[in-house]
């Protein structure tokens, strides 16, 4: 079956009752049991709820594996994924990772005692190098935040495999309509939904999936025993976000590329990252594991030419925001905003400076874009 079919109707009818075609929201924080040991396959939803169900049934669909949790948050979902491990773990991961798991990693698990390391993932030797006895997970994050660098899933997960740690792939940027980490070996994926799975930016939300019953099983217990699982209103609104996944990230990519090739020969832009650019370093890595680039774009202003506060200020339909993947055109500075949070040294060490622009490229008409960021950067 096409994924876009799949999007559109796995686990949506779920209503018995007045055979609705659009899933209910079951708004309710418990369920009667008929007599005691009796119900209908739910108690509690922290625990369990059909709405989520269905979400969790369609995310599966797209991705494979063999379960879902929908959580809050995306980090709602890393932080229950970290609870797979304990202090004194060894994970390995990514020098540029999403600015809020390297806060958690770095600031919150790090002075608990877990041990991290943070490095160039593009370096398979250097990954390789990192594996102690104690390492019991790869983090991989491709393509990158914000500099769009490609992990080699496939080498990387084999490395995980021969040390025995779990490999996760946090798939946000690409969505399953792009990339599909499970197809390379990896045991867990999560996502941000906040971002394309939902589509909307009206939601935050999360979710991590499964590729056999041992990880499930602990995974929904960590989900309920933390108390991270997503409400039924939310779980409903990413549904409603999902059964457009496809369209919208081949609208997202159309502009991404022709945005990508005119910052590309703009004089006031000194470099662009974007993995559908004929400039960008890993063409054979992009063809091998990805089946599309997506629409999250950076690029150098020359910031003497056209201050950053100027340009972001000029721009009429790229909303100066953190998040990304919703139908409407954002930018963002990550020193300043989205990656601040590591601080200057690790920004530096990853390669992003002070002059590094973060784009999510909407939906809107490529044209229209194009003129406004051209106006904008005229300086
Ligand atoms: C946004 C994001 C997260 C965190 O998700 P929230 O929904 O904001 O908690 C994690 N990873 C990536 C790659 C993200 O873009």
Redesign the pocket.
Known sequence: MDIRTKSVHTGVKIDKTYNSVITPIYQTSTFFFDEIGKNKGYDYTRSGNPTRAALEANIVALEGGVNCSATA???AA?TAVMFFLKPGDHIITGDDI?G??YRLFKYVLEPMGYKFSFINMRDLKKVKAEVTKDTKMIWI?TPS?PLLNIVDMEGTIDIAKKAKALSVV?N??LSPYFQRPLEFGADIVVH?T??YLNGHSDV???CIVYTNSQLQERGRYLVNALGVSQSPYDAWLVLRGVKTLGPRMEAHQANAIKIANFLEKHKNVKKVYYPGLKSHPQPDLIKKQMKGFGAMLAFELNTAKVPLNQFFKKLKYFALAE??GGVESLIETPWFMSHASMGPKALEASGITQETVRVSVGIEGAEDLIADLDQALKG
């Open positions: 948050t995306g980090m890393i999403y809020g798991t994050e935040n946090d946000t940027f941000s906040t971002k935050v939300g999360g998040s990304l």
